[in-house]
């Protein structure tokens, strides 16, 4: 059995992903992993090319998943990724959708350094709510969630939310 759940952190560039993955880690009551899958991505070399002018990778999904299946088996793992249709629905226990008002955004991957058009790119997909749209069509509705990421208190108040989900998902173990 599982350790520890498997927790699918999406949503749009600059929503907030890495900041609730490393307070998560953090406060979860069990002892969870976070991968950033962008980064994992670049490190271990699984993406077929670069594009410079978007500056992104085109990832090679097949390697991804080979790679991360023996984690993902093992649990307590907090998926860090703008996209999610990739994953296979199985390995998910719990699907968090960051979401964040556009023009916050627009001000958040601006220092990112991000170029203009991967900015508005970005914006629009973010308006067109298209990392939630995947969520709730590769998932199971009840275990997809939704939350603002645009304060110091959203950051909060979603963190405090999950742990404890993440106590809730120990107890059912338990007595399953
Ligand atoms: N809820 C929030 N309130 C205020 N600032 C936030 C919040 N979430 C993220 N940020 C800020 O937005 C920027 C992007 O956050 P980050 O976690 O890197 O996003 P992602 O991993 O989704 O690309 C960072 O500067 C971070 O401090």
Not at 65 to 90: M, N, Q, T, Y
Not at 94 to 116: A, F, Q, T
Not at 143 to 161: D, F, K
């Amino acid at each position: 059995m599982a350790k520890g759940p498997v927790i699918v952190l999406t949503g749009t560039p600059g929503t907030g992903k890495s900041t609730h993955a490393e307070l998560l880690v953090n406060e979860s009551p069990i002892p969870l992993r976070t991968i950033n899958v962008s980064e994992w991505v670049k490190e271990r070399g699984l993406y077929e090319k670069y594009d410079e002018e978007w500056q992104s990778y085109t990832v090679d999904e097949d390697r991804l998943l080979d790679e991360l299946e023996s984690i993902v088996a093992e649990g307590g793992l907090i998926l860090d990724w703008h996209s999610c249709e990739v994953f296979p629905e199985r390995w998910a226990d719990l699907v968090v959708v960051l979401r964040c008002d556009h023009s916050k955004l627009w001000e958040r991957l601006e220092k990112r350094g991000y170029p203009l058009k991967k900015i508005q790119e970005n914006n629009e997909a973010e308006i067109m709510q298209v990392v939630l749209e995947e969520a709730r069509s590769s998932y199971p509705p009840q275990i997809v969630i939704e939350l603002q990421s645009e304060t110091m208190e959203h950051l909060e108040t979603n963190v405090a939310r999950i742990v404890e989900w993440i106590k809730q998902w120990s107890t059912n173990q338990e007595s399953s």
